[in-house]
């Protein structure tokens, strides 16, 4: 039997180190500080729903029936589509000069 030291092994290359980390990260890309839309306020304000019944041109009587189903179809499209649409057709109407969107006085 061999000692041992007699005994020699072949030396293993080892491979090159390999590091992992986050690159190319950038964080405005993915708009994590944008204000999240509340909806279920905006389908509470009556421009809104005003908004919704002239898209929609549903009858207004029973708008609380209906608006809700309306708005998830029209999210369905693009949240911030829709928002934007009706921001426009907010400031066109120039009613609420004092007041944002969702109803807050200015």
């Not at 980390?21 to 839309?37: L, M, N, P, R």
């Not at 005003?50 to 998830?72: P, T």
């Not at 999210?75 to 829709?82: V, Y």
């Amino acid at each position: 039997m061999a000692k041992s030291e007699e005994v020699k092994q072949p030396a293993a290359e080892k491979p090159p180190t390999q590091g992992v980390g986050v690159s190319g990260f950038q964080s405005d890309v993915y708009a994590a500080d944008e204000k999240k839309i509340d909806w279920p306020h905006l389908m509470a304000q009556p421009k809104f729903q005003m908004y919704c019944v002239e898209l929609s041109l549903r009858h207004h009587g029973e708008v609380e029936l209906w608006i809700g189903g309306f708005v998830k179809d029209k999210l369905m499209e693009g949240e911030r589509i829709f928002f934007d649409q009706y921001c426009v057709w907010h400031d066109q109407k120039g009613y609420w000069k004092q007041e944002d969107y969702f109803g807050n006085l200015l």
